[in-house]
């Protein structure tokens, strides 16, 4: 081999595994909607619009925001079970859009979801054992050894090989998400799509679901895309948090960035419903006015406008740009023209003693020197 195509192997390689498994470029997705009187009236939900992210192999990106917001629907775009209206998806450098039926059956099998409902996910007339030997078929893996790999992917998902011969309905809601979990690891992915995995279930078996995935990603290198409303999960999980508000991604940052300087008015509101895990400290709440607006009709400029504290009259005419804050010399990205004036202390831990300054007044009020 020459010292050139040498080079070119290697340089290929070393780009392999330096780009990310997930790009998305300028993503859009809008579901036409009929209403009215025979169905006249027409309309565009904005579902997702205007969408960019990444996600690096064996890492965890949060996708957070309300119900509504689009969260979901990227999931379902990243893994083509939906077209998008425009933009484009990269999977390993392969462009997702581009493919044949049958290169994408081949991906498909590199891209796999978790669903939030456990059972509704299930076909509770098959045994565990069919279910989990289902994707091995498709693919044509573990020809001749189905029944120890279905053993072996039960076992890495803290269930006994004898549950293989039982049906859905005979297990507890966090054993059936561990066979959600064993399913989609049966076909050996690079990434999974976790769509609010652990919002169903009881508090402490939320905390043990968070943990499996966090061991599997160890133990496999997988890249999670992490859907989610509840940022107390989120901060377990993710290495980076993406914040959703009607179909855009206002913040984006590395899980310390969002949690401990969150510079967007809807992180610091999201954010500060959150319990700090600390004694003697809590934050201080912001309580947004106002529902949702449709995303049939999104507001204009900025889409958070309707409901931001900090809203000013260029708020509702010019739209903001993602945009770094290079002084600060981070990724950190928000989507505010006045971000940077805004201070990150809305969601920032405060002392219980500061928090009641009306008796500190009181208090001064009456240690003052009478007139
Ligand atoms: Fe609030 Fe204006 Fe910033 Fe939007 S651009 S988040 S309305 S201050």
Not at 65 to 81: A, H
Request: contains cysteine; charged residues 25%.
């Amino acid at each position: 081999m020459s010292a050139a195509a040498a080079r070119e192997i290697s340089g290929r390689a070393a780009d392999a595994a330096t780009d990310p498994l997930v790009r998305v470029e300028r993503l859009v997705k809008h579901f036409p909607v009929r209403g009215g009187f025979a169905g006249r009236g027409r309309g565009v939900v904005h579902a997702v619009d205007d969408v960019d992210f990444k996600i690096a192999r064996h890492e965890t990106l949060a996708l957070v925001g309300e119900s509504g917001c689009g969260k979901s629907t990227i999931g379902r775009l990243v893994l083509r079970l939906v077209e998008p209206t425009s933009g484009r998806i990269w999977f390993d450098g392969a462009d997702v859009g581009g493919l044949s039926s049958t290169a994408l059956r081949a991906q498909r099998r590199r891209m796999q979801i978790i669903f939030q409902d456990p059972y509704a996910s299930l076909n509770p007339r098959m045994t565990v054992g069919q279910i989990l030997r289902e994707p091995l078929a498709l693919h044509g893996l573990a020809p001749g050894r189905e029944r120890e790999r279905v053993a072996e992917l039960l076992q890495l998902v803290g269930l006994h090989p004898a549950h293989a011969d039982r049906y859905p309905h005979e297990f507890s809601g966090g054993q059936r998400q561990r066979i959600g979990i064993a399913r989609a690891l049966a076909v050996e992915p690079d990434l999974i799509v976790c769509d609010e995995p652990v919002s169903a279930l009881d508090v402490s078996i939320q905390a043990q679901v968070v943990n499996l995935l966090t061991d599997l990603q160890d133990r496999f290198g997988l890249a999670y895309l992490f859907i989610a409303h509840d940022l107390a999960v989120v901060k377990h999980i993710a290495k980076r948090v993406a914040v959703m508000y009607l179909g855009r991604i206002v913040e984006i940052g590395t899980r310390d960035e969002i949690f401990s300087r969150p510079r967007h008015p809807y992180t610091q509101a999201l954010l500060s419903a959150v319990p700090v895990p600390q004694p003697g400290l809590e934050r201080r709440r912001i309580v947004l006015q106002g529902d949702v607006p449709s995303p049939i009709a999104p507001p204009s400029g900025c889409r958070f406008h309707t409901r931001c504290p900090y809203a000013q009259p260029i708020c509702s005419e010019r739209e903001p740009a993602l945009e770094t804050d290079a002084a600060a010399g981070t990724g950190q990205r928000a989507a505010c023209h006045f971000w940077r004036d805004i201070p990150p202390a809305g969601a920032v831990a405060v002392h219980h003693d500061a928090a009641d300054d009306r008796l500190q007044r009181l208090q001064a009020a009456f240690q003052a020197p009478t007139p």
